[in-house]
């Protein structure tokens, strides 16, 4: 699968590195793509496909280490950047959960193998490697946490154990996701995986919420949730 080369050399990436660098990670990246899982891409491979020779490669990556490691930096910062949760006061909750979902399972399935890649590919079990992922995670659970604690505050809720969800919710949706990407079972595709995956992040919430009296609308916009919160059962 072709990568789109301006779209590397965007965002901090083009303020950091020089045209070579990115287009070294670019054909990386397309190598990848078109490549089988734990296939062995050759530098001399990436370097042609850049349109470099394999000595210019080395000038701006320490090692193919290093090489491996900018790539997984610069593919998880792409994603992160299509899925980081955020709020649309126009929308419903449950069509918040679906869109951030929907959007993540959206692009694993078009990069199955760059996803792979990213979680099994070379330096993936280095410490850099899995601080990337990690942190990346880490990243994405907080700003969920934060969002679920906003909303929590607005019934006057608080409850330690909100945090610990938040991240159990990140987890869910990503070994989920890993999991119907390896084994691929008939009649699951991506729009069920995202429907499967709304509908349980939604009970869990809607779980948590009447256990503590309330009954949260999955369908009404959050600006009228907000203006309006929902009352416990025994006000």
Known sequence: MAVDRAEVA????????AERRRAVIAAYIELIEESE????IPLQLIADRAGLKRSVVYRHFSDRGDLDAKTR???VDSVVELVM???DPAESL????FRIVDTYVGWVSVHARLHDWVERGPGSGDLAGRAVVTGTKAAIGQRVSDLFTMAAAVVDLEHAGIDAASFGIVSLVDGAVTRWLDTRPPGLDAAEVTRVLTDSIWYLVDGHARS?????DPNLPIAELLAAP???FDA
């Not at 965007?10 to 590195?17: A, I, L, Q, S, V």
């Open 37 to 40: 899982p734990g296939a062995d």
């Open 10 to 17: 965007g965002g901090r990436w083009g303020d950091h590195n």
């Open 94 to 97: 449950w069509d918040t959960v």
């Open 85 to 87: 949760p955020d709020f």
């Open 73 to 75: 930096e610069f593919a």
């Open 212 to 216: 503590r009296g309330f009954v949260v």
């Open 230 to 232: 929902p009352a416990r």
